[in-house]
């Protein structure tokens, strides 16, 4: 079976911290994206990445960066994690053109609290 | 840019009651996706729709794509309690990133 796999389910971080999300697909996707998810807000894009090395900023960018070291793994990173950084954050993959070849991959979340 | 809405943001049924959400465009879309994320879970691609008036069915779920490749609809016929989720649209235009609407959350009374 396919996957998109979050390294947590669950994170509380003081804050202030550096705080580093990890991601890992199987599926040989090309693709990769972080978005969060708010109540009524739906699903923001944060950043995503075409291969390897390479990012774009998504709509929400600001007190966030990214790493693409290797094809199957993509990491967020809060510099410096503030309380508005609370939420559910999704990482997602697919192939590079999603005609006729499926949508996007979700992992399961990680729901970060940040205190 | 590129938005899309999503309507409604709630809706309630009775159990075997149909349902209906809507997605419109501001632009012209190549493709659009539909996901389900069930409470407490994450959203899982359910289709994809890319040609001008297609309706694809799953079951007593039918999709349809406008003719103009700006809007479109999912409906449920009959609705039982394993529907309860929120519906996701996601229309793609010209880059290769779709963008999302906000979801409609379904609510099934038995």
């Known amino acids: 079976d396919v996957k998109v796999t979050q390294s947590s389910r669950y994170l509380v971080k003081r804050t202030g911290e550096k705080v580093f999300l990890e991601c890992v697909q199987d599926?040989?996707?090309?693709?990769m994206f972080w978005y969060r998810q708010d109540p009524g807000l739906g699903l923001r894009l944060i950043y995503f990445?075409?291969?390897?090395?390479?990012?774009e900023k998504g709509d929400i960018p600001e007190g966030y960066s990214v790493s693409r070291e290797k094809k199957e793994r993509f990491s967020l990173i809060l510099e410096s994690a503030s309380t508005n950084q609370t939420s559910m954050y999704l990482c997602?993959?697919?192939?590079?053109?999603?005609?006729?070849?499926?949508?996007?991959?979700f992992g399961s979340g990680t729901r970060l609290t940040v205190v | 840019g590129q938005q899309v809405m999503q309507i409604p943001q709630y809706q309630h049924v009775q159990e075997g009651e149909d349902f209906t959400t809507y997605c419109n465009s501001s632009?012209?879309?190549?493709?659009i996706q539909w996901y389900k994320q069930r409470p407490g879970g994450h959203p899982v691609f359910l289709i994809q729709?890319?040609?001008?008036?297609e309706v694809k069915k799953q079951k007593r779920l039918t999709f349809q794509f406008g003719e103009a490749k700006k809007n479109s609809s999912l409906h449920i016929t009959a609705t039982q309690t394993t529907d309860v989720g929120t519906y996701f649209c996601?229309?793609?235009?010209?880059?290769?990133?779709?963008?999302f609407g906000r979801g409609t959350s379904l609510i099934v009374h038995p």
């Open positions: 997602a993959s697919s192939f590079r053109t999603t005609s006729s070849r499926g949508g996007y991959t």
């Open positions: 990445s075409y291969d390897v090395k390479m990012k």
């Open positions: 729709l890319v040609k001008s008036g």
């Open positions: 599926m040989d996707h090309e693709n």
């Open positions: 632009t012209t879309l190549s493709n």
């Open positions: 996601a229309g793609q235009g010209g880059s290769y990133i779709p963008t």
